[in-house]
């Protein structure tokens, strides 16, 4: 069983990579892959860059040519929820696509023919998530998660995502990992450590806390790891 675990920036994967055992970088598609070791557990690990785009063609690569069977994604998003802070972990229930619009033709929001609106992230991997993060006595928050190719600095357009989605944090890949993996029927988990709140402070927040909050993700991540070699 290889497991994908994937970010967008080299800051949410160098936490993962330092805990790993042993790892071997592989260069595809102008992009590197970590085929890493983590006691039992075979792994490859990339980061994507930002955008739907680079992250649905990292997610079917980690698939598709390097046949990772489950994926995990870990990384850092924007508040819409008031009860999310800084520093606070969130796992999507459902993700979907915030500038994904055809509505002149009668559709919703997000919504494309063959498509739908939100897809559903994997409840087992969320299962292993709760359990972790009782144990651990870390307060873990389930939502809705919006993705769209945007960094949302905003306070009209994040309430026009609360309100049209009812998302609890917004982001710029996970809907499109739900999508590549719901496709090819691979489960999948998004992980998400607030970095800011996606209002007018949102670019000086994000600067002065993607590191940390990048790493109190990931290293969630390794407790879930931990949790599966159990
Ligand atoms: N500072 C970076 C750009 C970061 S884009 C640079 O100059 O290269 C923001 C990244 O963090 C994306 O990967 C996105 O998934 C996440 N993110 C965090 N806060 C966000 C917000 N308010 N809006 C959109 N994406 C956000």
Same mark, same amino acid.
């Given at each position: ?5 994937? *970010? ?14 042993? !790892? ?13 070791? !983590? ?29 990772? +069977?489950?994926?995990?994604?870990? *990384? ?20 979907? +696509? ?12 997000? !919504? ?9 992230? $994997?409840?087992?991997?969320? +299962? ?6 009782? $144990? ?64 007018? $402070?949102? *670019? ?27």
């Amino acid at each position: 069983m290889k497991i994908a675990i994937m *970010g967008a920036m080299p800051e949410e994967i160098e936490p993962l990579l330092e805990r790993m055992d042993s !790892y071997e970088k592989v260069e595809y598609a102008k992009n590197s892959y970590y085929l890493a070791k !983590y006691h039992e557990l075979e792994l490859v690990i990339a980061y994507s860059k930002i955008g739907k785009v680079f992250a649905a063609l990292t997610a079917s690569t980690m698939i598709e040519k390097f046949g990772a +069977q489950k994926l995990l994604f870990s *990384g850092v998003a924007g508040a819409i929820n008031p009860a999310l802070k800084i520093g606070d972990l969130i796992v999507a229930t459902r993700l979907c +696509q915030h500038d994904l619009d055809i509505t002149a033709f009668g559709h919703p929001y997000g !919504y494309v023919p063959e498509g739908s609106v939100f897809v559903e992230s $994997d409840a087992t991997l969320r +299962q292993i998530a709760k359990d972790v993060a009782k $144990d651990a006595g870390i307060t873990l928050r389930e939502g809705i998660i919006a993705t769209g190719d945007q960094f949302v600095a905003d306070p009209d357009r994040k309430a026009w995502i609360a309100e049209t989605f009812d998302a609890d944090a917004l982001e710029m890949e996970g809907a499109s990992v739900a999508v590549v993996c719901d496709s090819l029927e691979v489960p999948f988990f998004v992980l998400r450590a607030i970095s800011d709140s996606a209002d007018m $402070d949102a *670019g000086f927040d994000f600067d002065t806390f993607l590191e940390n909050s990048a790493k109190v993700s990931a290293d969630f991540i390794i407790a879930m790891l931990d949790r599966l070699l159990r």
